[in-house]
Structure formats: structure tokens, C-alpha cells
């Protein structure tokens, strides 16, 4: 973990702390801090805008009643995306919906870094965005948390609650997955366009 994010979980950790004794400030602002991220990680299951608000705010829920009884073996971002991923799973059970198993938005992919021209940025965010859908739920969903927003392999296997060699071979698979459909779709591409 860089020092950056050691920081920010520091920060994170003593607004949990700042939770457990009844402080709602607190709760807001690891409610502003993390909304936006939840959101983009739970449309990975859902396009239901109403389901994944529904989930932010049980997930927060259930973090200010146990914010006392996080013990800090995890970053607080694991345990908060845990708890946003089980809520979600039921909301959709409980909905009879199934996890996504197409994509068709970019909200996974990264944002342009400004050293990349934009029409190519947007090109290859376009082409990986497409490419993205030929992946099952399970895959997008380990690969939107190892690469869209960075966590470690035993962090994925504990906020998707399955052993670490199954979050290692979605990942492979998804990458082969991925291997296979680009140079199809570039062509694709580059046909329509030229």
C-alpha cells in the first residue's frame, strides 16, 4: 500500500471510529467520499439506477452499525465495497434480476491522463468498453476492482467472499477473453472507419 492510500484509509478508519460513537458528520463524509465510487462499482451488476441508490444507502447503513466493530484487517474501501456487493446481490435476488451480463457503457474504464490525443483515447476506451461485454458478471465485477479501482487480489476475494485462486482465474480468463475479442473488434473498427 503507497503512503497515499494508507493516508487515506488512516482517514478513513478514524471516520469509522468517529461512527461508532454516534458522530452522523462522520457518516457523511465517508458517504461523500465513497458514493460516487459505489455507484460506478455496482453498475458493473446493475443499470437500475433505483437498485444500486437503494444499495449505497444500505451499505451505509449497515457501516454505521458495525462501524465499531471494523477491526482494521481489511481497508475500510474493502470492507465498504463487501458490504456494497452482498447488499447488492440480495437487492437483486429479492428484485428476481440477475447480475449484468452485458456491457455496454465506459463506466469502468479510466479516465483520459491528458498524455494520450483524445480521439484515440477515446477510440481505445470505446473498442475496451466493448470489449468489456463478452465478459461474465463475475469477471467484469474482479476485473472493475483490480483495475478500475485498485485492489489487491486478497482484497477482491474478500469483498467478493470466494478464495483468492478463483478471483486469479477469473482474472486469467478474463484476460484471455479479452485477447481473443480486441483484434476482432479493432478490425471491426477500423473497418467502419476507413
Avoid at 5 to 10: E, N, S
Avoid at 99 to 125: K, N, Q, S, V, Y
Avoid at 151 to 177: D, M, W, Y
Wanted: charged share 25%.
Amino acid at each position: 500500500m503507497n503512503q497515499a492510500t494508507a493516508r487515506a484509509d488512516a482517514t478513513d478508519q478514524a471516520l469509522l471510529q468517529r461512527m461508532a460513537t454516534g458522530d452522523r458528520a462522520a457518516l457523511a463524509t465517508l458517504y461523500r467520499e465513497y458514493h460516487g465510487r459505489l455507484c460506478r462499482f455496482l453498475s458493473r451488476l446493475t443499470r437500475r439506477q433505483d437498485i444500486i441508490e437503494e444499495v449505497v444507502n444500505d451499505c451505509f447503513w449497515i457501516a454505521w452499525q458495525h462501524a465499531a466493530d471494523f477491526r482494521g484487517d481489511a481497508r475500510v474501501s474493502t470492507w465498504l465495497m463487501g458490504i456494497a456487493y452482498r447488499c447488492c446481490l440480495k437487492a437483486l435476488r429479492r428484485q428476481g434480476s440477475e447480475p449484468l451480463d452485458e456491457l455496454t457503457d465506459e463506466t469502468m474504464l479510466p479516465e483520459p491522463d491528458g498524455g494520450i490525443d483524445a480521439d484515440e483515447d477515446r477510440e481505445l476506451r470505446d473498442l475496451l468498453g466493448k470489449a468489456l461485454g463478452f465478459l461474465s458478471a463475475e469477471q467484469r465485477v474482479v476485473v472493475e476492482l483490480v483495475y478500475g479501482v485498485g485492489h489487491s487480489l486478497n482484497e477482491v476475494a474478500a469483498i467478493v467472499q470466494c478464495p483468492v485462486g478463483t478471483v486469479k482465474a477469473r482474472l486469467f480468463h478474463a484476460r484471455v477473453k479479452l485477447l481473443n475479442v480486441m483484434p476482432a473488434l479493432s478490425g471491426d473498427t477500423m473497418k467502419r472507419g476507413g
